[in-house]
């Protein structure tokens, strides 16, 4: 038999003549991180399957039980970044164009997809979570974005749903790369739904036997009520105690060391947080500490200036900064210190939010091309 591919793609009969397509990530030694390939493969298919009579409702999971999906290759966009410093980054700005027409065409698709987002679930696997019309979570989610540790930001529609968390914690776990579990997701309004792990079967069972109609938004709305009592929006563990929430426990710090009217303000009243016995803050106050200030920058004008944008002009926004922050060395060193020589000590080029100079800042969101890649983003099909 062949070796199976990055990602496996099935159709399994349901109701009614139906049937549900189901995409598995399939790179479990990568924790399911996306690459070029694994993009381009599932572009195709779930354009295929919007067509597709036959196709109630797409599956989306990872194998495996460690992660959904840890991201994407950032090492292959590093080796895309140091081919040509300062210039054009051809594999990794074409990565990053692919990657944002996969996730909007989830976040527009006519059929109900269902993730299951059980384990790791950051980077780009977050992007492709926050498409899908149905997320669900387990006791076992760990969800983040932590791109200001490699001098990256939260992309892949991260300028969406960050600007939607309640208050200010879009802001704080951009700036922070906070983990958040299944209890701050449902908290933060990124998932509605909630399983534990050992019920996966069961859940699929059950979408498998729902009595699918010919509408596809008839469909969706089955699923969701279906939803609503198989997998409430409350995060129980195994021992039946219910999940708790760091970041509704934390909302009122972060949403006043959030709310000051520049980031220098911001980054001081994070980091003069009371952290003492307190992991969770303690650990994001560190990633903010360590990570790149001009990330931060980026990030804070990043959610800014897209807080009033639609859902094509983030992607088309996102690109623009994307292609801006790789083609710079910053990216590059932040990669190197963490992931390639794993010493985890980048070489900022600034030592604090203070010194970044707002020229610079300026540079990043600056086309750097005549025509936006995804200028055409919006002839995909909608809902």
Not at 294 to 317: C, D, M, T
Request: charged share 25%; proline share 5%; hydrophobic share 45%.
């Amino acid at each position: 038999m062949p070796e199976p591919g990055p990602v496996i793609f099935e159709e399994v009969d349901a109701t009614n003549g139906k049937a549900i397509g189901v995409i598995t990530l399939s790179v479990e030694k990568t924790l399911n991180s996306l690459t070029l390939p694994m993009v381009d493969l599932m572009l195709a298919q779930l354009q295929d399957w919007q067509d597709d009579d036959r196709i109630a409702a797409v599956w989306l999971q990872g194998a495996g039980e460690k992660a959904f999906c840890a991201g994407g290759d950032v090492q292959e966009l590093h080796r895309s970044a140091t081919k040509t410093p300062g210039g054009p980054c051809v594999e990794a700005e074409t990565f990053f164009e692919r990657e944002y027409r996969l996730d909007y065409l989830l976040h527009l698709y006519p059929k109900p997809v269902i993730c299951w987002g059980d384990g790791i679930v950051m980077g780009g696997g977050l992007g492709l979570f926050m498409g899908c019309s149905h997320a669900i979570v387990t006791e076992k989610t760990r969800i983040a974005m932590p791109e200001i540790t490699i001098a990256l930001y939260p992309d892949v529609g991260g300028t969406w749903f960050l600007n939607r968390m309640p208050g200010k914690t879009g802001l704080f776990v951009a700036l922070t790369a906070a983990s958040i579990n299944a209890a701050d997701t449902l908290y933060a309004g990124m998932a509605r739904h909630f399983a534990q792990r050992a019920r996966k079967a069961e859940i699929f069972d059950t979408v498998k036997a729902l009595d699918w109609k010919a509408d596809d938004a008839a469909n969706k709305a089955l699923l969701t009520e279906r939803l609503k009592t198989l997998a409430p929006a409350k995060a129980i563990q195994e021992d039946g105690s219910e999940l708790a929430s760091a970041v509704a426990q934390h909302r009122g710090l972060i949403d006043q060391a959030c709310s000051g009217d520049d980031l220098e303000t911001v980054v001081n009243a994070v980091l003069a947080l009371d952290s003492a016995d307190d992991k969770w803050l303690d650990k994001a106050k560190a990633s903010l500490a360590h990570g790149s200030p001009i990330a931060a920058h980026n990030i804070w004008q990043q959610l800014k200036r897209g807080e009033a944008l639609s859902l094509e002009e983030v992607f088309q926004f996102e690109l623009m900064l994307s292609t801006t922050v790789v083609r710079h060395p910053e990216f590059a060193e932040g990669v190197r210190a963490l992931l390639i020589d794993k010493d985890k000590n980048p070489q900022w080029i600034y030592t604090s939010v203070a010194e970044v100079p707002a020229e610079l800042t300026e540079q990043f969101f600056t086309p750097p091309w005549p025509q936006n890649p995804l200028a055409d983003i919006a002839t995909l099909k909608r809902a």
